[in-house]
């Protein structure tokens, strides 16, 4: 962990500053520094959203704010608008030349986009993926790293009305071939390779493996970005370059309704294969604009921004991507390793760019903290004004750490809740007005009513846990899951009825009223960031050939936060060994990524199970922790604990 006197000093201050006022200079000229905000957006939601999405530019406003009719909901009623108008087209008009993104590759290279090139860019690809047959309503999959080509092919679709459905580029080759035949995608944008900590993430060749199982697949577009050979399936396979090569850069933008779907984001829910969740137009664009400008407080003439996630996820998509460019942001965009080639990478950025803003999540935090602040203080880091995480629970500690070694003591943290199906941020402070308190998500952004509900539906007093909820509709929430509505009923509107979101997140507020995140309550884990389902990986375990049988649960990790623990039996037949637990680790990569390697996995001949035969996971999880099991006499194999128990603490320390 940490170093000695590194902790020492922040225990010091953590005792003192349990609770950090904004400081003046940064109350003086942020966006927002009056609390009334709260108390407007209160008395009238409606007119508080309506307010916001009146600064978008619309081709045609719209007759109704919101109709809600438990769970569906829909804004903005008859508006019509594009997104790629209100993140590009706006911009050229105003500022042609400003910056829209600094990127730079993981080796080195740079590259500087502005907005008018940004639009220019888009409009090409746009133009050729008309040109492939790509129409409104159709969906094209992206399976790329963090290269411009991302953002340009997201924004192309946006242009024509295609839905886009972004899948991580650390996935595996099945986990590609699912989400695109989940989505039945025409087309599918990846490249030769990525980089990632100076090797190449084989791209093409996973999109070809998962493509020969893609019936719906007409087109492969590959970005060249590694530049070594790759496989070609000539008529089907088409390079990027070529593709925008000679194409008008000017594209008529798809007048979209409001309601129109944007994109899908595949993310891991409690049961079964992962969801897609389906975000529309009008809502989801006055979500995270309205929460991109005042949460990150943006001044867009000055501010260098950077979001360090992955496009890949929903942050990526809301805060590097539409929020920004619909803020007119000049942003920072990083494709590899924050350990390439040294461990100072992240900080010669924010020096190089002169970055104001850096939002990133807690595992990396915890990460550089391990390293240690020798790394940052190498570095010239005083135009940061601001800092955000996201993710996941920010212990203390790595938020004094974050705020005292990155922030220089004078930038405020605003600690960000939200997910996938939420689409924009909803619990955080507002870094003009909030008081911040270490660990604390702090508030409901303005307009949003979280709420923590008991298990009967009852709101829970100060100091309580509970369920955390919202309990009215948000813009840019999810509108279903894609091809699957009932699921998008039974998983978040049923527990306590239509009109109360249950987000899975168990949660407790203190007297103040501020919001303390506790983890998921369901069988989703936080990995490093990554949400994944303990469901997947025991999929993908029993789908190998010397598995019977799999439980898999997650132990805290100082530094990604939960560690995956997987619990084993074996077919009779089969003896299970040291090369085994590898293979089967190696397997899990495979099949789901490397996100999803388990961390430790223990073999033993049975799994805990109650009488009606479901596995005891709250039991495997005391295992994995190393607590003391209580009462066992309900289970139906009470003697296979004591076997796990003591098989799980020789394994602790196997990576
Ligand atoms: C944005 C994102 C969502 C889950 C969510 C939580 C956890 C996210 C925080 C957090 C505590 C935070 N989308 N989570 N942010 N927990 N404090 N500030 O991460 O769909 O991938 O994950 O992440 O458990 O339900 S996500």
Redesign the pocket.
């Known amino acids: 962990m940490a170093k000695q006197e590194d902790l020492q000093h922040i225990d010091a201050l953590l005792e003192e500053l349990r609770v950090i006022e904004p400081p003046d200079e940064f109350r003086r000229n942020a966006i927002v520094n009056d609390p009334e905000i709260y108390a407007r957006a209160e008395d009238d939601p409606e007119a508080f959203w309506a307010e916001q999405a009146g600064k978008l530019r619309w081709s045609r406003p719209w007759d109704t704010v919101m109709e809600w009719k438990p769970p569906w909901v829909k804004w903005f009623l008859g508006g019509r608008l594009n997104v790629s108008v209100n993140c590009l087209d706006v911009h050229v008009e105003a500022h042609p030349d400003r910056v829209a993104y600094y990127w730079e590759g993981e080796p080195g290279d740079r590259r500087t986009i502005t907005y008018r090139e940004l639009y220019e860019e888009v409009c090409r690809f746009a133009n050729a993926l008309k040109g492939m047959g790509v129409a409104k309503g159709d969906r094209v999959a992206m399976y790329l790293g963090m290269v411009p080509e991302l953002p340009v092919a997201m924004l192309a679709c946006a242009r024509i009305g295609a839905t886009h459905s972004v899948v991580f580029g650390g996935f595996a080759a099945e986990a590609l071939r699912d989400r695109i035949n989940d989505a039945e995608a025409k087309v599918v944008v990846t490249g030769d390779g990525a980089w990632r900590r100076g090797s190449i993430v084989a791209l093409k060749e996973n999109a070809d493996a998962a493509v020969e199982q893609c019936p719906s697949i007409e087109h492969v577009v590959v970005v060249r970005r590694t530049g070594q050979e790759v496989a070609w399936s000539s008529g089907r396979d088409v390079w990027y370059h070529d593709a925008v090569d000679g194409q008008e850069a000017t594209c008529p933008a798809e007048e979209m309704d409001a309601e129109d779907p944007l994109y899908i984001l595949y ?1 891991s829910g409690t049961t079964g294969k992962p969801k897609g969740i389906l975000h529309t137009t009008g809502g989801y664009l006055t979500g995270v604009a309205t929460t991109h400008r005042l949460v990150f407080d943006i001044h867009p003439e000055t501010d260098v921004y950077w979001c360090a996630a992955d496009v890949g ?3 990526g998509h809301s805060y590097i991507v539409y929020g920004p460019l619909a803020n007119g942001t000049t942003s920072i965009m990083y494709e590899g390793a924050p350990d390439f080639p040294d461990k100072e990478r992240w900080w010669s950025i924010v020096e190089r760019y002169k970055a104001t803003i850096l939002y990133t999540a807690p595992t990396a935090i915890r990460t550089f903290m391990k390293w240690g602040h020798e790394y940052p203080a190498r570095h010239d880091l005083s135009s940061l004004r601001l800092l955000g ?6 212990n203390p500690e790595a938020w004094m750490w974050y705020f005292e070694y990155v922030g220089g003591g004078r930038c405020p943290v605003v ?7 939420t689409g924009a941020i909803m619990i955080t402070p507002l870094p003009g007005i909030t008081r911040l308190k270490p660990g604390s ?1 702090t508030r409901p952004f303005p307009g949003i009513a979280a709420d923590v509900f008991d298990e009967e539906g009852w709101p829970v007093g100060a100091g309580k846990g509970g369920y955390l909820v919202l309990r009215r509709p948000w813009p840019s929430q999810f509108r279903t899951i894609y091809g699957d509505p009932d699921r998008y009923v039974q998983n978040y509107f049923s527990r306590f009825g239509a009109d109360v979101y249950l ?3 168990g949660a407790r507020r203190d007297e103040d009223g501020y919001f303390w ?1 506790l ?2 309550i369901d069988d989703v884990m ?1 990995v490093a ?1 990554h ?1 994944l389902s303990t469901y997947e990986i025991e999929s993908a375990l029993v789908d190998h050939p010397a598995v019977a049988e799999s439980a898999v649960v997650s132990r805290p990790d100082p530094v990604v936060g939960e560690a995956i623990v997987a619990f084993v039996t074996l077919k009779s037949e089969i003896h299970g060994d040291e090369a085994l637990i590898v293979e089967l680790r190696e397997h899990v990569a495979t099949k789901i990524g490397k996100i999803a390697r388990p961390h430790s996995i223990v073999l033993t001949d049975d799994l805990p199970k109650t009488r009606s035969g479901k596995i005891m996971r709250r039991l495997l999880r005391d295992v994995a922790h190393g607590r003391d099991l209580g009462d066992v006499t309900t289970l139906a194999n009470a003697e296979v604990v004591t076997t796990i128990r003591s098989l799980s603490a020789e394994r602790k320390d196997d990576e």
């Open positions: 993310t996820w929903v942050t995480s996201v993710g996941e629970p920010i600690d960000t809740w939200w997910q996938t199906e998500a987000a899975g997140d995140l983890g998921r936080n960031g949400r």
